[in-house]
């Protein structure tokens, strides 16, 4: 049996009670737009009062979903673990036409190779992807997400849950304030 020497960083940050959870396809639009607000979303709920972890939603009309996927986990993985991975997500996000069909069927994209993709992605966020990229069991850390996704019964991007219930009220197109209005009071 080989030895693994390796551990996906999970993508977490603040450390309150409450658990607001977002899964993102990587290219889809509207969970750039999500992810672009969760840093601020942190700062105006407070690290103390909540926890937001990123949960992958790959989506299979995304056509290079499981690759920035498995890219994202690949870059948790090395030194900065968590912030690494998400300046890998950002990049995608700030280039997410870079990694997209047009129209989910055509486009330049169609040429494109796994290894264009990550090159791609190693010149937009200067992390170096391709060893931990072929990681051989890393797979494992990909089929956590697909599991935990499915077994909550998420199929689009974004979703959002809190403390463990899907919050359909919830969107990207809300402003940050409005997200923060819907998370539950409770006494301190």
């Not at 309150?16 to 979303?41: H, I, M, N, Q, Y």
């Not at 499915?150 to 809300?174: A, E, Y």
Request: with cysteine.
């Amino acid at each position: 049996m080989t030895e693994t020497n390796w551990r996906a960083d999970p993508l977490v940050w603040g450390h309150g009670d409450l658990t607001f959870e977002v899964f993102l396809e990587p290219t889809c639009p509207f969970s750039v737009r999500a992810f672009g607000k969760l840093d601020d979303f942190l700062a105006e709920a407070g690290a103390d009062r909540v926890t937001v972890k990123i949960r992958l939603q790959s989506q299979p009309w995304h056509m290079f979903s499981g690759v920035l996927t498995r890219c994202i986990l690949a870059a948790s993985t090395l030194d900065g673990g968590r912030e690494t991975a998400k300046r890998v997500m950002a990049a995608i996000g700030a280039h997410r036409e870079a990694f997209e069909f047009e129209h989910h069927a055509g486009g330049p994209n169609m040429n494109a190779t796994p290894n264009d993709i990550i090159a791609r992605l190693e010149r937009y966020s200067g992390v170096t992807l391709y060893a931990a990229f072929a990681i051989p069991d890393l797979d494992r850390a990909i089929k956590w997400h697909c599991q935990y996704a499915r077994q909550n019964g998420v199929h689009v991007s974004p979703t959002f849950m809190v403390d463990g219930l899907i919050q359909n009220d919830i969107g990207s197109g809300d402003s940050v304030a409005d997200w923060v209005a819907k998370l539950p009071n409770r006494a301190a």
